[in-house]
């Protein structure tokens, strides 16, 4: 087993039984992959993550369709972890850099489980329904050329997950039929789930941030009515922190 | 099954025909027939593509993104109370199981436990969400078809459960009633009574379905050998939920991994069905309904006592990680996998909405069908489009 | 110069017209999203039946429409099939915005493909709020149309005028 930002966690001893199938699995993954399985994550009990180079995508999918009975595809899509230059709006107030002040440290990237080195990462899931389990596989996208190889060929039903993963991330996949639209119009611009593609309703007017206690109808002074006009009922302007 | 047969050489025979084409000397063109994007509104706006030779179809490419609204960009920008108001719409005709594995995600991220008052009344609501959405769908796959009375029926009778919805959370659909570690309200006096009383109408409306719709000689001929899945073809593009099983292929999420609900508590039955084609579909769907009702009288029999919230902090910060849950969803398998950095608002959702998998199947399984068969089988993948373009 | 254009209906004239324009509509429902689902209860379900205030839905096309509800998000790739929809029905016409998606953008506000707001499109008479509205609060909204119609100046109309509501 390896492991390299992220280690397993410890087996506590009533989830014995479920820990020992995941170790398994992940057992027989490095054993066919060696080298191109660079990181891991297993969740004793709940989940088993998988990182792989992005060279070893595609046969990583072949193995585990035909060598280990993964025949069920679940989805595929990407991530984007570089932290977004425009901050987490729900903290607008804390983002925003006052007059006279020194602007905080642009965020470092930071990735989640089983590691990663680069801005984009694929990332996939397989399930086995006959033996009940399923593994997350997660690869870096390399960051000159953007491509990962296609998975078509082992699961057919990835071409629409991979359609979509192109058209919001911009990620080529070697191999893929045809990568064109699935969601967005022909002239669209710019890819939409990437950190840096604004939402340009919320630069034109941010959101307010956090307003821990909501004014009474009545007694609302004008910031308070414009700001809540900005928002709609449904996603509850000022409630945003409070627990109903 | 002589219709498989046929449809198999029908199939060859489009396909030979495509190529010779080009070699007849009457060139006739194929034509491209648009169907949507606009339908009667239980479908939504979905657009195909379709190339016909004369009645066949040759290739059909749907065409979605029509309502896509950009949720997993959103959820970027939203804390978690808000998200669960959002994600209610995704699928739109039960809406209270969207919230459910959202919410069962964070949970897991938290490591808070609902009491086990909350997740018996989760399962209660997710189960009659699953009611009203697939009543729904035996009404309008009988439309779709032709038969246009059982649509009112299925309205007709929606109704009595959103009645019961709304008398607990408020909202006819989009409840926005799960919250991270349990539930916002408890339930109101009497609704144990009457959402027994509206289990019966309910099962009183599947017989009204069966003996109207499923034994009338058309809807047979229609739905019967027409858009047969095989289990194999099913599990490579992500099939999920009745779709599956009317392949014969025993997977229910509620049974294998419930996560916390209380499916574990009751005795009830996941049904199957070999055929694939449409018509078991719809059998497997009405199956399931009726099941829904008993599990739903299980439950009401046997709710704890307790609160229905554990004990979470007023302002949701979520620990650093990432979790994926899936769940049982009216329309198939839904999951959310949300990675999370601490902070207020998620870092990414990927939403795995079970018709974008149902509806990936779709190209495979149009080649070759008649054009009147393209609404067959659409009706009977049943998608929402909210689901699919998300 | 026919007599509605050059303005002679008038009084109690105008008034059956209206009342008799305004108990026939013919609605096209435009359901996008949620709210369609509502939209047909209110249409389709017993409950709810809208064809006891004289509007009947499911025209054959839109060009057969008098009213059209817009009901549920409409989406920039979407947008372009209303604009051609709204041209295809012929005058008088009125159009219904259902929802808050339609209205405003609604919860999707922020979202980089959703109009934010079908009156960004096309004119709109009446606003029905709601997330989705209730069944009821469409038929109300039906009913101030038919309110606003009755009041209506036909002359104006006819010349394509503002219609200014008073």
Request: without cysteine.
């Given at each position: 087993m390896s492991s390299t930002d992220t280690p397993t966690e410890e087996t506590p001893t009533e989830e014995a039984a479920t820990d020992s199938a995941r170790e398994a699995m992940l057992e027989q993954l490095s054993g066919e992959l060696g080298d191109a399985l660079v990181g891991s994550h297993l969740e004793p009990g709940i989940d088993l993550t998988v990182r792989v180079t992005a060279a070893a995508w595609a046969d990583t999918a072949a193995f585990l369709k035909t060598g280990m009975g993964f025949a069920y595809f679940n989805f595929l899509s990407a991530i984007d972890w570089m932290p977004s230059p425009f901050g987490r709006d729900m903290d607008s107030q804390v983002d925003i850099t006052l007059e006279g002040t020194e602007a905080k440290p642009a965020e470092e990237m930071t990735w989640g489980l089983a590691g990663g080195e680069t801005r984009f990462q694929v990332f996939a899931r397989v399930n086995d329904i006959v033996k009940h389990r399923a593994v997350t596989i997660k690869a870096d996208v390399p960051e000159d050329s953007l491509t990962v190889p296609s998975w078509v060929g082992a699961y057919a039903g990835s071409n629409w997950h991979e359609r979509e993963a192109w058209e919001m991330f911009g990620i080529n996949f070697e191999g893929h039929p045809g990568l064109r639209h699935?969601?967005?119009?022909?002239e669209f611009e710019g890819n939409p789930l990437r950190k840096d593609y604004p939402l340009l309703a919320r630069r034109v007017k941010p959101w307010p941030g956090i307003v821990d206690v909501e004014a009474m109808p009545g007694d609302d002074d004008e910031t308070d009515s414009a700001e809540a006009a900005a928002g709609d009922a449904s996603t509850d302007p000022a409630d945003a922190g409070s627990q109903q | 099954m002589t219709d498989i047969t046929d449809r198999q050489q029908l199939k060859y025979i489009a396909a030979q025909a495509a190529d010779a084409r080009v070699n007849l000397e009457l060139e006739t063109e194929g034509m491209t027939l648009n169907i949507g994007p606009q339908h009667p509104a239980t479908h939504g706006t979905l657009r195909i593509v379709a190339k016909l030779d004369g009645e066949q179809v040759i290739a059909a490419d749907p065409v979605m993104g029509y309502m896509h609204r950009g949720y997993e960009k959103l959820t970027e920008v939203r804390t978690y109370p808000q998200v669960t108001t959002l994600i209610?719409?995704?699928?739109?005709?039960?809406?209270f199981a969207n919230e459910v594995p959202f919410i069962l995600a964070a949970e897991q991220l938290m490591e808070v436990e609902a009491p086990p008052r909350a997740q018996w009344i989760r399962t209660i609501l997710f189960e009659m969400s699953r009611i009203a959405n697939v009543v729904l769908f035996l009404g309008d796959m009988a439309v779709q078809v032709g038969a246009v009375t059982p649509v009112f029926f299925a309205f007709r009778d929606r109704e009595h459960i959103l009645n019961q919805i709304e008398a607990v959370?408020?909202?006819?659909?989009?409840?926005?009633?799960?919250?991270?570690?349990?539930?916002?309200d408890d339930l109101p006096a009497g609704w144990v009574a009457e959402t027994k009383q509206v289990m019966k109408k309910m099962r009183a409306f599947c017989d009204e379905i069966e003996t109207l719709v499923m034994g009338n000689e058309i809807f047979q001929a229609r739905t019967r050998g027409i858009g047969v899945i095989p289990a194999d073809v099913g599990l490579q593009y992500g099939l999920s939920g009745a779709n599956i099983r009317a392949s014969g292929v025993d997977w229910d999420v509620r049974r294998d991994n419930p996560c916390g609900l209380a499916y574990d508590q009751v005795d009830w039955k996941v049904w199957t069905h070999p055929d694939g084609d449409s018509f078991s579909r719809f059998w497997v769907r009405l199956q399931e309904t009726r099941e829904a009702t008993k599990i739903v009288d299980q439950l009401l029999d046997t709710i704890p006592a307790g609160p229905v919230m554990a004990k979470v902090p007023r302002i949701i910060k979520v620990p650093a990680g990432e979790a994926y849950v899936e769940t049982e969803n009216p329309l198939g398998v839904m999951g959310y996998y949300v990675v999370s950095k601490g902070d207020l608002v998620p870092y990414r959702v990927k939403i795995r909405s079970a018709s974008f998998n149902n509806m990936s199947i779709s190209p495979w399984l149009l080649k070759g069908v008649y054009v009147p068969d393209i609404i067959t089988i659409l009706a009977s993948l049943y998608f929402i489009l909210g689901d699919i373009d998300r | 110069m026919g007599l509605v254009e050059s303005g002679k209906v008038t009084g109690g004239l105008a008034s059956l017209l209206n009342m008799s324009r305004k108990y026939s509509l013919w609605v096209y429902q435009w359901g996008l999203a949620c709210c369609a689902i509502e939209m047909g209860a209110a249409f389709g379900s017993p409950r709810y039946d809208v064809m006891r205030l004289g509007v009947i839905p499911l025209p054959a096309s839109p060009r057969q429409a008098d009213l059209v509800v817009v009901s549920g998000t409409v989406t920039d790739k979407m947008a372009p099939a209303i604009r051609r929809l709204y041209e295809q029905m012929p005058e008088p016409k009125y159009v219904i915005s259902m929802g808050s998606c339609a209205n405003c953008g609604g919860p999707y506000w922020d979202s980089y493909s959703v109009t934010k707001g079908v009156d960004q499109i096309i004119p709109v008479d009446v606003y029905v709020p709601g997330c989705p509205p209730r069944p009821e609060a469409l038929l109300e909204g039906i009913v101030l149309l038919q309110e606003r119609i009755q009041n209506e100046d036909m002359a104006t109309r006819w010349k394509g005028e503002a219609i200014v509501v008073d």
């Open positions: 699935i969601y967005l119009p022909g | 209610n719409r995704i699928d739109w005709l039960g809406s959370t408020g909202g006819r659909f989009h409840p926005n009633f799960d919250r991270i570690g349990g539930l916002k | -």
